[in-house]
């Protein structure tokens, strides 16, 4: 531990933790001085005793001294990582180094040498070995199994944060923003792509070659706003409007040449042809219609530009387009609030889509080489995802350098999300002066883990601080001197507590969460020349090593203050939680109590006639179904046929169809499906010398008790495996059939004129009318969610009157 920790972490404890502490290093060193062994293991034996019986047990991978100090000071007994290999703890700090931490733990293993209390701490260690920690702080989330912790354990990591956590994740769920808040990402996350997909690289493509036709429209603006801001009498104005006669570096004739106006019509017809699309315009335009530029135009236009704002050329006569290149950025500037951070360069970071502090990122300026970057990498698939986001070109500078904003959050619980913000922060500035002209990553990146490496640059301002930070409160005095003291308090706290607050949100859906976890983040950003805080990054395991005097001071505070917010408050919600407020806690979203594997529905399926059926059809029936089983069906309103080789005798009631409640029906398997769609009737008394029994259907009324079932010959086959479906009633006018004969079935008639006393129903033979039985195959199939699709067969006798004629069928409806 660095001295100027610990000198700041007794200062931010409680008053009563000193006395407790005070009194138990005493009482420690009272004891020792009289029987050093026995007595040491007799205290150990009952604050372990008391710590267990409490559930203080807690355990720590990784450097954390300050996270151990405090629990320690609070009761609780560590129980060690034996298991674990050294070696190990020194991966996965997505904030800090490698170096970093091997440094860190020599530092940590010397100073507890040094404390008088160590061994004690040792003994109580041993004594817990076998107990279980409720407590445990990490490093990286996958060195604790996550799934089989304990309710009451608590943990300082949450799973499946790579949503936020990672570049790709934040690149790709930040656009979902709108759909859980009314916000546009545009206006606090530098527009990012992922290039691991053809798809996005065409999105990035697109992006920077619209940024090219607005950067000409602005250097068209900006080099005659600086011509009219200087008076210049007419000889001088038509002197430089000669560029033989301008003078320096940038307008030498010799290497200057000019580029004509159509250089701007193209730009400004690209950004029209943009502005539409925001709009809407091209909703009712063809792709065709649309006259976009040719790959050609488009590669000529890019060079220009190269040329353009390099100083390798000029635009001739560009006073006559400045109106019209106003006009555009104005309207360009309402619909696009990145504008501004744009700058002219047209300059891009390309970032590892999984990598932290600052490895293996690049600026660059042209789209070929960029592509060409991610194209040359040969790195597996899992590796091989690219992420390339806006590069801010007009950052807030403080005294010609480049800075950013670390600014830590808590959060407790995912549902209902509650974030934590710390009020104190520390800006990182870079060891070079800021330009454009040298896209260095020690000049644009502030990472302390690139910065340290690298000496300060001698024109950098003295003001600066030599280890290159600044806390919160020091750039607020900075910005009171410039006669901004309103700026932090009114613009850039409150937008990076709404920065945070959206982030979370879009990813609270895709985040794992877990009662009795935490986390805490650490977000970074920067600020542009409105102090508009922009959103680069969110890192997990933020470091938390005194590397400066600035980090010793706010890093023990900050994890201070998270234990206060983690552990003190669930036993007081009322107490104090340093300088952590809250931020957001939505209300609780109750989950749903079953799962979507376990949704259905019932009911009944509604049918809707395409067009109006008439009274009188014919259709025919595929012969290759005529060996099909019938149906089996219940009907109301019916008397049982008699005995099988009776004959019927008088005739029976008519059955009330539409007012009488039908019984289920039992369908047989399905059939199989002709070879083609047809409907056809075919007489069945040509075997067996020209007469074949078929199972008659025997009906039951709705209030019988028994079913009493007469099956003829053909029955003693009954299908294998049959299905149970409810049949609707029957429609008040029937269809009628043609049957082989060539007869047209007629509609129904009324009952009084009936000479069959039932209505043949689908699947029953009609038990009035003497004759060999025809059956009417249909292989019609409802449309899909109108009803069963398997075929009906129709069963009728060629003597019954009341069907409408010999052969008659009623076809099945479903």
């Given at each position: ?193 992922g ?33 009219r ?53 091209d ?67 390309i970032?590892?889509?999984?990598k ?99 000496q ?10 030599g ?59 920067v ?24 980090t010793?001071?706010l ?99 008519d ?52 079913l ?12 294998s495996d ?75 006798r060629?003597?019954?009157q ?13």
């Open positions: 531990m660095e001295p100027g920790e610990r000198k700041k972490l007794p200062s931010a404890s409680s008053e009563g933790d000193r006395r407790e502490e005070n009194k138990l290093k005493q009482g420690i060193s009272r004891d020792l001085t009289s029987s050093p062994k026995l007595d040491r293991y007799k205290i150990a034996k009952q604050l372990t005793e008391k710590a267990i019986k409490e559930k203080k047990i807690f355990s720590i991978y990784g450097h954390y001294p300050v996270i151990r100090a405090i629990l320690r000071r609070k009761g609780w007994v560590e129980k060690k990582f034996h298991f674990l290999p050294k070696v190990t703890l020194n991966v996965g700090d997505e904030s800090a180094g490698t170096t970093e931490n091997k440094c860190a733990e020599g530092k940590e293993n010397e100073n507890m040498a040094l404390e008088k209390t160590d061994d004690i701490h040792d003994v109580m260690s041993r004594l817990v070995k076998n107990e279980m920690p409720y407590f445990l702080w990490t490093i990286k989330r996958d060195v604790i199994d996550y799934h089989s912790l304990n309710g009451d354990q608590m943990l300082n990591h949450y799973w499946k944060t790579g949503s936020f956590t990672t570049k790709i994740g934040l690149c790709l769920n930040m656009r979902s923003l709108p759909w859980y808040a009314q916000a546009n990402p545009d206006s606090f996350f530098p527009r990012c792509y290039l691991c997909t053809e798809s996005e690289k065409q999105e990035f493509l697109d992006d920077f070659r619209h940024t090219v036709a607005s950067s000409i429209l602005k250097w068209v603006v900006s080099h005659q706003t600086c011509d801001s200087k008076p210049k009498s007419r000889r001088e104005e038509a002197r430089d409007s000669d560029p033989s006669n301008r003078k320096g570096p940038e307008n030498d004739e010799s290497k200057l040449r000019g580029l004509s106006g159509q250089l701007v019509d193209t730009a400004c017809r690209v950004c029209q042809a943009y502005l539409g699309q925001l709009e809407h315009e909703i009712d335009i063809s792709e065709d219609a649309v006259q976009d530029l040719t790959e050609d135009e488009w590669k000529d236009l890019t060079q220009q530009y190269y040329a353009l704002v390099q100083g390798d050329a000029f635009i001739s006569n560009s006073r006559s387009h400045f109106s019209q290149c106003q006009a555009l950025l104005n309207r360009l500037t309402s619909v696009n609030p990145q504008i501004e951070i744009d700058g002219l360069r047209n300059i891009w970071i970032k590892p889509a999984a932290s502090r600052g490895r293996d990122i690049v600026c660059m300026s042209r789209v070929e080489e960029i592509l060409e970057l991610v194209a040359a990498d040969h790195l597996p698939t899992k590796d091989n995802k690219w992420v390339v986001q806006k590069y801010i070109e007009t950052p807030l500078l403080i005294y010609d350098t480049k800075f950013d904003i670390r600014q830590w959050f808590l959060v407790t619980d995912w549902n209902p999300l509650t974030i934590w913000f710390y009020k104190e922060s520390y800006l990182r500035f870079s060891t070079q002066r800021f330009s454009l002209d040298n896209l260095d990553s020690a000049i644009h990146l502030c990472n302390n883990s690139i910065q340290k490496h690298l300060n640059d001698k024109e950098r301002s003295p003001l600066l601080p280890h290159n930070m600044w806390t919160s409160t020091r750039f607020q005095e900075y910005l009171r001197r410039r006669g901004c003291s309103a700026v932090w308090g009114s613009v850039v706290y409150p937008a990076m507590k709404r920065a945070v607050v959206h982030a979370m949100r879009v990813a609270q859906a895709r985040v794992e969460p877990r009662k009795n976890s935490f986390e805490l983040y650490g977000a970074d950003f600020l542009g020349r409105d102090f508009r805080p922009w959103l680069i990054e969110i890192n997990s395991s933020p470091t938390m090593h005194a590397s400066t005097p600035v010793a001071q890093c023990a505070q900050v994890q201070e203050d998270t234990i206060k917010v983690v552990v003190d408050r669930k036993a007081d919600r009322s107490c104090d939680t340093g300088n952590f407020e809250l931020l957001w806690r939505q209300p609780a979203v109750e989950l749903p109590p079953f799962h979507a594997s376990d949704l259905c529905v019932e009911g009944v399926s509604v049918r809707k006639a395409r067009k109006q059926m008439p009274p009188i059809s014919s259709f025919s029936c595929s012969s290759s179904l005529s060996d099909s089983q019938p149906l089996a069906v219940r009907c109301p309103s019916a008397t049982p046929d008699p005995a099988p080789g009776r004959p019927p005798t008088a005739p029976q009631q059955l009330k169809l539409r007012n009488e409640k039908v019984l289920p029906c039992t369908l047989p398997a399905p059939l199989k499906r002709p070879a083609q769609r047809s409907h056809t009737v075919q007489s069945v008394h040509a075997e067996s010398g020209g007469r074949v029994e078929f199972p008659s259907c025997h009906f039951q009324h709705a209030d019988s008790k028994a009493k079932t007469g099956l003829s010959k053909a029955e003693s086959n009954p299908p049959s299905d149970s479906l409810d049949v609707h009633p029957l429609l008040p006018v029937l269809p009628s059939v043609k049957t082989v004969e060539g007869t047209v079935a007629q509609p129904p008639r009324p009952p009084g004129n009936s000479t069959c006393p039932s209505v043949c129903l689908p699947g029953a033979a009609c038990s009035t009318s003497s004759g060999p039985l025809v059956r009417a195959e249909s292989e019609r199939q409802p449309e899909p969610g109108q009803g069963w699709g398997h075929p009906v067969s129709v069963l009728g060629p003597g019954c009341d069907s409408g004629g010999p052969g008659a069928a009623v076809p099945g409806t479903g």
